[in-house]
Antibody, heavy 116, light 112 residues
Framework: QVQLVQSGPEVKEPGASVKLSCKAY????????ITWVRQAPGQGLEWMGG????????SYPQKFQGRVTMSTDTSTNTAYMDLRGLRSDDTAVYYC?????????WGQGTLLTVSS | DIVMTQSPLSLPVTPGEPASISCRTT???????????LDWYLQRPGQSPQLLIY???NRASGVPDRFSGSGSGTDFTLKISRVEAEDVGVYYC?????????FGQGTRLEIK
């Protein structure tokens, strides 16, 4: 069955970078896109951008332009999100989701803590 | 960016009673293909969000038929015909029509 399995929790210092992964199982990876959504503690959901697993086209909101890079590895059916220049307000749970374009399957989430 | 406004933000409901959540958008979500690009998600406590309704009114696989979505253009509603204890959580509307995708603020449903 369709599953998205995300990498484990991360703790980073301010100014550092992090690369999160999302491995897909149970479907043809290049047929759909992957979207990343984050949720700060006690807050709502925030779209961080998406990538076509077919051709690698990306779309990022202006807020994250220049700080985020999304990529895929079709040989391992894995999507990645690289976030640079980390700040304390980047502390959140980061989710990947299959984009059809509704978000029909979600990963379990990765907790990123940014703290000195 | 399309702004999504949900109401109410808090919804206490007695089990077995109906519930309704509104989502209003600043731009029409009606595509020229005739579909409204509006989704509803439920995030149960401690869990990842799950898709409930897509394209305005279609239940996702495995979603009980007590959930229904309606509306068109800029005005949408999620209805639960008879609330059960497992329906507790935060409900979000989201539009995947235009980037950036945008979410409503969330409506917290609790059992009275």
């Amino acid at each position: 069955q369709v599953q998205l399995v995300q990498s484990g929790p991360e703790v980073k210092e301010p100014g550092a970078s992090v690369k999160l992964s999302c491995k897909a199982y149970g479907y043809s990876f290049t047929t759909f896109g992957i979207t990343w959504v984050r949720q700060a503690p006690g807050q709502g959901l925030e779209w961080m951008g998406g990538i076509s697993a077919d051709n690698g086209d990306t779309s990022y909101p202006q807020k994250f332009q220049g700080r985020v890079t999304m990529s895929t590895d079709t040989s391992t059916n894995t999507a990645y999100m690289d976030l640079r220049g980390l700040r304390s307000d980047d502390t959140a749970v980061y989710y990947c989701a299959r984009d059809v374009p509704s978000l029909d399957f979600w990963g379990q989430g990765t907790l990123l803590t940014v703290s000195s | 960016d399309i702004v999504m406004t949900q109401s109410p933000l808090s919804l206490p409901v007695t089990p077995g009673e109906p519930a309704s959540i509104s989502c209003r958008t600043t731009q029409s979500l009606l595509h020229i293909n005739g579909y409204n690009y509006l989704d509803w998600y439920l995030q149960r406590p401690g869990q990842s969000p799950q898709l409930l309704i897509y394209l305005g009114s279609n239940r996702a696989s495995g979603v009980p038929d007590r959930f229904s979505g309606s509306g068109s253009g800029t005005d949408f509603t999620l209805k639960i015909s008879r609330v059960e204890a497992e329906d507790v959580g935060v409900y979000y509307c989201m539009q995947p029509l235009h980037t950036p995708y945008t979410f409503g603020q969330g409506t917290r449903l609790e059992i009275k």
